[in-house]
């Protein structure tokens, strides 16, 4: 059956530092790939959406790449900030008309 | 508005009561969803409702039961829950089959079952 996989449940950076978010599947053959953020008691938010075509999508200071080879996603957070703390959830989509799967998320802590 | 909300946010009810989450939203999106997620977990699909027709229940217990009054606004009907189903409850939206699949997640009503 279809698994995903998020680095480790959490991941503490120091500020100002890169922070590297890893998102592995297997049984699944993705045509889109999502991350959102959570914050404690809220919805998540989306933040980036990247299809299967595309080897890396940025936006401000998020970058997310793609490998379907390797199966795997990656989501950088640049110059990092405490507000940055969250648990950061990848999705993943088979078309735009499939329900999305959500990864366990990792919980990302930005030490002052 | 890009904005879902959800009432109440807070709900504590006892096995035998019954009880009604809503959700709105004015995104004009035909795509409206139900999850659970428990601590720690990532948010869990209960229902999908695609113009206003239930498309998807993941195999969900009676004891929960949707509705799609109209377009903008979802409703879930809860009636002698267990305490296992206490839970953030949470809605989205999306544009169905546009924006590829990207949701808008309301804020959540937290359920306590006692």
């Known amino acids: 059956s279809q698994k995903i996989e998020q680095n480790s449940e959490a991941l503490n950076i120091q500020e100002g530092k890169t922070a590297t978010l890893t998102c592995n599947y297997t049984?699944?053959?993705?045509?889109?790939l999502q991350w959102y953020r959570q914050d404690p008691g809220r919805g998540p938010v989306f933040l980036l959406l990247?299809?299967?075509?595309?080897k890396e999508k940025r936006k401000e200071r998020l970058k997310v790449t793609f490998d379907t080879t390797l199966k795997q996603s990656l989501f950088h957070i640049t110059a990092s900030q405490p507000a940055d703390s969250a648990t950061y959830l990848c999705?993943?989509?088979?078309?735009?008309?499939?329900?999305?799967?959500f990864g366990p998320g990792t919980s990302l802590s930005v030490i002052p | 508005d890009t904005e879902v909300t959800q009432t109440p946010k807070h709900l504590v009810m006892g096995m035998t009561n019954k009880k009604s989450l809503k959700c709105e939203q004015h995104?004009?999106?035909?795509?409206m969803y139900w999850y659970k997620q428990k601590a720690k977990k990532p948010p869990e699909l209960m229902f999908v409702y695609s113009y206003e027709k239930l498309s998807i229940n993941e195999s969900v217990p009676s004891r929960f039961s949707p509705e799609c009054p109209n377009s903008s606004l979802l409703n879930l009907h809860l009636h002698a829950l267990q305490p296992e189903d206490s839970a953030l409850y949470l809605c989205?939206?999306?544009?169905?089959?546009?924006?590829?699949?990207?949701?808008?997640f309301g804020p959540g009503t937290r359920l306590l079952v006692l």
């Open positions: 990247i299809r299967e075509n595309e």
């Open positions: 989205a939206s999306s544009q169905e089959g546009g924006q590829l699949g990207v949701q808008y």
């Open positions: 995104m004009g999106h035909r795509a």
């Open positions: 049984n699944y053959s993705p045509a889109y």
């Open positions: 999705a993943l989509m088979k078309t735009s008309y499939d329900k999305v799967i």
